[in-house]
């Protein structure tokens, strides 16, 4: 089968699409939309005012990305509002003319926090405590309090005035200040300084200054800012960047859609600026999900009018469960599943099936659900239906026919239907059962185009290559997989840098560039892999071969989760080998033994923990924590660092290995029930402390998705 992949988020497509999005066009050609309720960005990408920050939060689950320039400083930013109080926001800056330190233009990572601490009401305001650049050199680190109100119309006014007055320290302590409350002392900014440390000595310390502003929404599009700044911009004045002539900045803003929003500003007295700002929120997909409706179900006839139907009789003929199967098949795979066992008495039906097509497993069992009442005899009552996730069954969800019946047009036919609706552990194999004689072997690949970016090289902060990609999976048997990757480089400036690493610890990550110099065409992965239930609740792999671009050997993954658990354990052990920088089938000399003791927890509301405690490539020991949102319709946010053994020196540049995972599904673009996901791991810099192996079906992810927690989360979708 050819299907052509889009390997990689391209991000000035996507920002198109997404900008232009809820532009509908008036009858006059004239964009039309409702005004989007949430906070208008700042120059930094957090809710503010123009450089100063304001009190309110965006929408719950709202993810933000912003651009920004102005006298030679640019701020390119990511802010996601990650819970209704707490929000983060990662920030790329440039700024030129640096002129001394040994920089020409001086780039830097920063991380904040911003926490709601109270809600606006028709009294209070918003009010807001924020950690700015907390962890990064700390050119931009500043801690602030800050309150926001809106009012409606004021003065009779058309519109709504927003206004926004905090207390900032650092940054925003250094024009203007009223003293030092918390202590006066403040160590300096240091532009050679690694980062990536928690500057917990500096918080609210030092001079503490108020600032204010004004923001004017006079309608749906055009709003109108003023402010008062207390950033006096030391270290860029004192390098003539720009000059500051004034403490007051202005600006006009434009919504041109729904989620963009552009922005010019006059800034400090001396330069102009502009912005731009992209809002979405994950759970209003930019094309709406159209899937055809699902058929009727069955209604059975009753049992005193038609008693023949109702007879169990057909039980007894050897061939019913082979015919049943072959009548299920068919319409199993219009829905983009299929069957893979099946089970059948007179009274109960067993049904293990593959969901190609469906992001939720629930609409996927709802919908296999239809196809049983539709073929099954009418004396079979209870229906038992697992979905099959490469050999892994994964729950038994267990529904009466009865309920579905009466229910289907209930109006609170979701509930009512969970409530009696049984979730338990899939038996490793299903005995008594037809199969499906054409399940092996499968043969599928692929060939289409790639992206691959690489982030934040100083002297060219975004390089990406592109070509073509050839994949192949092929399953000869239950729970064995051979896959590979082939790709040649066409275009791409990856391999034009000249920062070769400076690591003092084995080189299993940092010498990246050396494998993008090394050839055009590279081997991404070959392996051969096997995985099944060991036993109750029990999930195995094993995979071999050439795991990832630079490593290959032998891994093996043991995982325990139960069907109804929110918690999940799992042990991964690798035996591996520094591949050649060509990408063949050739090795370097380095070996390594690594592997993981892992512990996954479901916090509830979409929010999933995890720890990692092991051995990484390099052979330093520590841990992993990561904390991630997901949202029902497959989106997901999340945020980990790793700590190690190796000390912040011998690490290098940034201290500790951290990051931001990012996942999209395919369907929030297209519109159409895909299983396709875009994902990406964004960090401030790799270095070769805390680097995990790249093992191709780690089983959780796999796994939890068909346990009673996910499909609770997305039952509606039973019905759809």
Same mark, same amino acid.
């Not at 729950?395 to 019946?405: K, M």
């Not at 004689?437 to 975004?462: E, K, R």
């Not at 090394?518 to 995979?543: E, I």
């Given at each position: 089968?050819?299907?052509?992949?889009?390997?990689?988020?391209?991000?000035?497509?996507?920002?198109?699409?997404?900008?232009?999005?809820?532009?509908?066009?008036?009858?006059?050609?004239?964009?039309?939309?409702?005004?989007?309720?949430?906070?208008?960005?700042? #120059?930094?990408?957090?809710?503010?005012? %123009?450089?100063?920050?304001?009190?309110?939060?965006?929408?719950?689950?709202?993810?933000?990305?912003?651009?920004?320039?102005?006298?030679?400083?640019?701020? /390119?930013?990511?802010?996601?509002?990650?819970?209704?109080? %707490?929000?983060?926001?990662?920030?790329?800056?440039?700024?030129?003319?640096?002129?001394?330190?040994?920089?020409?233009?001086?780039?830097?990572?920063?991380?904040?926090?911003?926490?709601?601490?109270?809600?606006?009401?028709?009294?209070?305001?918003?009010?807001?405590?924020?950690?700015?650049?907390?962890?990064?050199?700390?050119?931009?680190?500043?801690?602030?309090?800050?309150?926001?109100?809106?009012?409606?119309?004021?003065?009779?006014?058309?519109?709504?005035?927003?206004?926004?007055?905090?207390?900032?320290?650092?940054?925003?302590?250094?024009?203007?200040?009223?003293?030092?409350?918390?202590?006066?002392?403040?160590?300096?900014?240091?532009?050679?300084?690694?980062?990536?440390?928690?500057? $917990? +000595?500096?918080?609210?310390?030092?001079?503490?200054?108020?600032?204010?502003?004004?923001?004017?929404?006079?309608?749906?599009? #055009?709003?109108?800012?003023?402010?008062?700044? $207390?950033?006096?911009?030391?270290?860029?004045?004192?390098?003539?960047?720009? /000059?500051?002539?004034?403490?007051?900045?202005?600006?006009?803003?434009?919504?041109?859609?729904?989620?963009?929003?552009?922005?010019?500003?006059?800034?400090?007295?001396?330069?102009?600026?502009?912005?731009?700002?992209?809002?979405?929120?994950?759970?209003?997909?930019?094309?709406?999900?159209?899937?055809?409706?699902?058929?009727?179900?069955?209604?059975?006839?009753?049992?005193?009018?038609?008693?023949?139907?109702?007879?169990?009789?057909?039980?007894?003929?050897?061939?019913?469960?082979?015919?049943?199967?072959?009548?299920?098949?068919?319409?199993?795979?219009?829905?983009?599943?299929?069957?893979?066992?099946?089970?059948?008495?007179?009274?109960?039906?067993?049904?293990?099936?593959?969901?190609?097509?469906?992001?939720?497993?629930?609409?996927?069992?709802?919908?296999?659900?239809?196809?049983?009442?539709?073929?099954?005899?009418?004396?079979?009552?209870?229906?038992?239906?697992?979905?099959?996730?490469?050999? @892994?069954?994964?729950?038994?969800? /267990?529904?009466?026919?009865? +309920? #579905?019946?009466?229910?289907?047009?209930?109006?609170?036919?979701?509930?009512?239907?969970?409530?009696?609706?049984?979730?338990?552990?899939?038996?490793?194999?299903?005995?008594?059962?037809?199969?499906?004689?054409?399940?092996?072997?499968?043969?599928?690949?692929?060939?289409?185009?790639?992206?691959?970016?690489?982030?934040?090289?100083? +002297?060219?902060?975004?390089?990406?290559?592109?070509?073509?990609?050839?994949?192949?999976?092929?399953?000869?048997?239950?729970?064995?997989?051979?896959?590979?990757?082939?790709?040649?480089?066409?275009?791409?400036?990856?391999?034009?840098? +000249?920062?070769?690493?400076?690591?003092?610890?084995?080189?299993?990550?940092?010498?990246?560039?050396?494998?993008?110099?090394?050839?055009?065409?590279? #081997?991404?992965?070959?392996?051969?892999?096997?995985?099944?239930?060991?036993?109750?609740?029990?999930?195995?792999?094993?995979?071999?071969?050439?795991?990832?671009?630079?490593?290959?050997?032998?891994?093996?993954? @043991?995982?325990?989760?139960?069907?109804?658990?929110?918690?999940?354990?799992?042990?991964?052990?690798?035996?591996?080998?520094?591949?050649?920088?060509?990408?063949?089938?050739?090795?370097?000399?380095?070996?390594?033994?690594?592997?993981?003791?892992?512990?996954?927890?479901? @916090?509830?509301?979409?929010?999933?923990?995890?720890?990692?405690?092991?051995?990484?490539?390099?052979?330093?020991?520590?841990?992993?924590?990561? @904390?991630?949102?997901?949202?029902?319709?497959?989106?997901?946010?999340?945020?980990?660092?790793?700590?190690?053994?190796?000390?912040?020196?011998?690490?290098?540049?940034?201290?500790?290995?951290?990051? %931001?995972?990012?996942?999209?599904?395919?369907?929030?673009?297209?519109?159409?029930?895909?299983?396709?996901?875009?994902? /990406?791991?964004?960090?401030?810099?790799?270095?070769?402390?805390?680097?995990?192996?790249?093992?191709?079906?780690?089983?959780?992810?796999?796994?939890?998705?068909?346990?009673?927690?996910?499909?609770?989360?997305?039952?509606?979708?039973?019905?759809?």
């Amino acid at each position: 089968m050819l299907r052509f992949l889009f390997r990689k988020t391209i991000f000035a497509t996507a920002t198109i699409a997404l900008g232009t999005a809820g532009a509908a066009q008036s009858e006059e050609g004239t964009p039309h939309f409702s005004m989007p309720v949430q906070p208008t960005l700042n #120059l930094y990408g957090s809710p503010g005012v %123009i450089d100063m920050p304001g009190g309110e939060a965006m929408p719950d689950g709202q993810f933000a990305v912003s651009y920004s320039y102005f006298g030679g400083i640019s701020r /390119t930013a990511m802010t996601f509002q990650f819970s209704p109080r %707490i929000s983060a926001t990662f920030r790329y800056v440039g700024i030129q003319n640096w002129n001394s330190d040994g920089f020409d233009t001086y780039r830097d990572r920063n991380f904040d926090v911003r926490f709601l601490l109270h809600r606006e009401t028709m009294y209070w305001p918003a009010i807001t405590l924020g950690l700015q650049d907390f962890a990064g050199t700390g050119i931009n680190a500043a801690e602030y309090v800050v309150a926001t109100k809106n009012f409606d119309q004021p003065f009779s006014l058309p519109g709504t005035i927003k206004v926004t007055a905090g207390l900032g320290w650092g940054r925003l302590g250094s024009s203007g200040s009223i003293g030092a409350p918390f202590g006066s002392n403040r160590p300096t900014f240091d532009p050679n300084s690694k980062g990536g440390t928690l500057a $917990t +000595d500096q918080w609210f310390r030092g001079p503490a200054a108020p600032f204010a502003g004004l923001e004017w929404q006079v309608d749906d599009r #055009l709003a109108l800012k003023a402010e008062y700044s $207390t950033d006096a911009y030391q270290p860029e004045t004192s390098r003539g960047v720009f /000059t500051r002539k004034s403490r007051l900045n202005f600006g006009a803003e434009y919504q041109y859609s729904q989620n963009l929003r552009l922005g010019a500003y006059w800034m400090y007295g001396s330069e102009f600026g502009i912005s731009a700002q992209l809002q979405v929120n994950p759970r209003r997909a930019i094309t709406p999900l159209s899937i055809p409706g699902p058929r009727a179900i069955q209604q059975r006839p009753s049992r005193t009018a038609n008693p023949a139907v109702w007879s169990e009789d057909w039980s007894q003929s050897a061939t019913a469960p082979a015919s049943i199967r072959d009548a299920m098949r068919p319409l199993l795979e219009t829905e983009g599943m299929t069957i893979e066992q099946l089970s059948v008495s007179a009274n109960s039906a067993e049904l293990r099936f593959l969901n190609h097509r469906y992001p939720s497993d629930a609409a996927a069992i709802g919908r296999a659900a239809r196809v049983m009442a539709q073929i099954l005899p009418a004396s079979v009552e209870t229906f038992r239906l697992v979905v099959v996730q490469n050999n @892994l069954a994964l729950s038994t969800v /267990t529904l009466r026919r009865s +309920d #579905l019946e009466a229910l289907e047009f209930e109006p609170d036919n979701v509930d009512a239907l969970l409530s009696v609706t049984g979730f338990s552990e899939a038996t490793p194999n299903l005995p008594h059962s037809v199969q499906n004689p054409d399940l092996y072997p499968t043969f599928h690949y692929s060939f289409g185009p790639y992206v691959a970016p690489s982030y934040f090289d100083p +002297d060219s902060p975004v390089r990406a290559d592109a070509g073509v990609s050839a994949e192949f999976r092929y399953r000869f048997a239950p729970g064995w997989l051979v896959a590979g990757e082939l790709r040649h480089r066409l275009v791409g400036n990856v391999a034009d840098s +000249d920062r070769y690493s400076n690591s003092v610890l084995q080189r299993v990550r940092t010498d990246g560039l050396r494998y993008a110099q090394a050839t055009d065409t590279a #081997l991404r992965n070959l392996y051969v892999s096997k995985q099944w239930k060991p036993g109750a609740n029990t999930y195995a792999r094993v995979t071999a071969g050439y795991l990832e671009q630079m490593f290959g050997g032998v891994s093996a993954e @043991l995982l325990w989760k139960p069907v109804n658990s929110r918690l999940a354990l799992g042990i991964e052990a690798n035996y591996v080998k520094q591949r050649e920088f060509e990408q063949r089938f050739g090795f370097q000399d380095y070996t390594v033994a690594t592997g993981h003791v892992s512990a996954y927890y479901e @916090l509830g509301g979409g929010y999933y923990g995890q720890l990692d405690v092991g051995r990484y490539l390099a052979g330093d020991t520590g841990a992993t924590a990561t @904390l991630t949102r997901e949202f029902a319709n497959g989106w997901s946010v999340g945020g980990f660092f790793t700590l190690t053994n190796v000390s912040a020196a011998d690490f290098g540049e940034g201290s500790f290995d951290k990051g %931001i995972i990012l996942k999209i599904p395919a369907s929030w673009f297209t519109g159409q029930p895909s299983k396709r996901v875009i994902a /990406t791991t964004i960090r401030p810099i790799q270095r070769d402390g805390g680097a995990r192996l790249n093992v191709p079906g780690r089983l959780y992810e796999q796994v939890r998705r068909g346990h009673r927690n996910d499909i609770v989360a997305d039952f509606g979708r039973v019905w759809e």
